[in-house]
């Protein structure tokens, strides 16, 4: 796998490195001690899936607040979608920076999320298929979000917000 570090501090996009023959090809996603090596919580508490009808559906922007904080490696399984990490960790150098990358069924590339971010997607076609997997499981006590389209990010989403919820919509702007 090859970890390219994002400008967000310790938010990375994995590359998986295929090994092709006359099948097809073989490609490790996820290696403890590969994690370990570039400083990535190496564990694993939970695995979700999200599916989404339309092109143009956000989701996020999410997190978990202390001590319930997790860890996402994100990876696009059908379709295609823009995947976003916003640094919310107060004694970060990176604080309220963004990164964000299209993450593919083609490119088969994920993004890794560190505790104390929120991530959010928009969904770049029909039928976009998303998997997670987390390092703590979800806590809905502790679970946060912020918006989409706060000024204090300047996210540069690549296309229109068609559809999304309620809750998602209403979560309110960073406090100063």
């Known amino acids: 796998m090859r970890f390219t570090e994002t400008k967000v501090a310790g938010a990375f996009l994995i590359e998986p490195e295929p ?11 996820w290696c403890r001690e590969e994690f370990e090596a570039n400083g990535l919580t190496p564990s694993l ?8 009808h339309r092109r143009g559906t956000l989701r996020g922007l999410h997190y978990q607040a202390a001590p ?14 823009w ?27 994920m993004l ?28 809905p ?6 918006r989409w389209d706060d000024p204090a990010f300047g996210i540069e989403w690549p296309g229109e917000v068609l559809v999304i919820n309620q809750r998602d919509a209403s979560y ?5």
């Open 83 to 109: 995947d976003v990490a916003v640094d919310l960790r107060p004694g970060s150098p990176t604080y309220l920076v963004w990164s964000g990358a299209e993450l593919t069924d083609g490119n088969r590339a």
């Open 141 to 146: 006590d502790a679970a946060r979000g912020v």
């Open 172 to 176: 309110p702007d960073m406090e100063p």
């Open 19 to 29: 090994i092709a023959d006359e099948r097809g090809f073989f490609a490790r996603t």
């Open 45 to 52: 508490a939970q695995g979700n899936i999200s599916f989404n």
């Open 112 to 139: 890794y999320v560190p505790e104390g971010c929120a991530h959010g997607f928009l969904t770049l076609t029909d039928a976009a298929e998303v998997t997670y997997q987390m390092s703590a499981p979800y806590a």
């Open 68 to 81: 319930h904080q997790e860890a996402k490696l994100v990876r696009c399984t059908r379709g295609a979608i």
